[in-house]
C-alpha cells in the first residue's frame, strides 16, 4: 500500500514522501495515528497544494521577520532601574523587561525570542539577541539607566 508520509518516521522516511508498506503497517499504525495518508492521485494532489500554501506563509513569515528584525536593528530602547552602590541593580532586567519596553513602542514579540545569557544586573548599553524566526536574528541596544 502506497502512503504519503505526514511526519518524519525512523527508518522509513520523512514528512511528504511516499513510502510503499504493507497494507497491516498501514492500517494499524501509521493511518490509525495520523502519521500518513492514503496516497491516491486526490491526496497528492491535495498534500502537494497544502505543502505549497505552508511555503507561501513560511516565506511571508520570514519577510516580516526580516521587516522587524532591520527595525530593531536601529532602536535603542531604554529601561529605567533603581539602582545601589556601584551603579548595581536593585533586582535585574530580564528579558520580560525587555518585552514590555518593546510593547512601550508598539511592538509585540514573545520574551522567548529574546535572548539574554543572564539578568542585567549593571548600568549601561547591551546589544541583545533576538531570534524573530527560523534563521532572522536581530540585535536591539539597551540602555539601562538610573531611575
Given at each position: 500500500?502506497?502512503v504519503?508520509?505526514?511526519?518524519?518516521?525512523?527508518?522509513?522516511?520523512?514528512?511528504?514522501?511516499i513510502?510503499?508498506?504493507?497494507?497491516?503497517y498501514?492500517?494499524?499504525?501509521?493511518l490509525?495515528?495520523?502519521?500518513?495518508?492514503v496516497?491516491?492521485s486526490?491526496?497528492?494532489?491535495?498534500?502537494?497544494n497544502?505543502?505549497?500554501?505552508?511555503?507561501?506563509?513560511?516565506?511571508?513569515?520570514?519577510?516580516?521577520?526580516?521587516?522587524?528584525?532591520?527595525?530593531?536593528?536601529?532602536?535603542?530602547?531604554?529601561?529605567?532601574?533603581?539602582?545601589?552602590?556601584?551603579n548595581?541593580?536593585?533586582?535585574?532586567?530580564?528579558?520580560?523587561?525587555?518585552?514590555?519596553?518593546?510593547?512601550?513602542?508598539?511592538?509585540?514579540i514573545d520574551?522567548k525570542?529574546?535572548?539574554?545569557?543572564?539578568?542585567?544586573?549593571?548600568?549601561?548599553?547591551?546589544?541583545?539577541?533576538?531570534?524573530?524566526?527560523?534563521?532572522?536574528?536581530?540585535?536591539?541596544?539597551?540602555?539601562?539607566?538610573r531611575?
Open positions: 500500500m502506497k504519503i508520509l505526514m511526519t518524519n518516521i525512523d527508518g522509513l522516511g520523512k514528512k511528504g514522501e513510502k510503499e508498506v504493507s497494507v497491516g498501514a492500517r494499524n499504525f501509521l490509525k495515528e495520523n502519521k500518513a495518508l496516497a491516491t486526490s491526496s497528492i494532489a491535495s498534500y502537494e497544502k505543502k505549497r500554501a505552508e511555503e507561501k506563509s513560511l516565506k511571508k513569515q520570514k519577510k516580516e521577520a526580516e521587516n522587524l528584525a532591520e527595525k530593531l536593528s536601529k532602536m535603542t530602547i531604554t529601561i529605567s532601574a533603581k539602582t545601589g552602590e556601584g548595581r541593580l536593585f533586582g535585574s532586567i530580564t528579558s520580560q523587561d525587555i518585552v514590555d519596553a518593546l510593547k512601550n513602542n508598539k511592538i509585540e520574551k525570542m529574546v535572548i539574554l545569557e543572564e539578568p542585567i544586573k549593571v548600568l549601561g548599553m547591551y546589544s541583545i539577541d533576538v531570534k524573530l524566526f527560523l534563521d532572522v536574528i536581530s540585535k536591539i541596544n539597551v540602555l539601562v539607566i531611575e
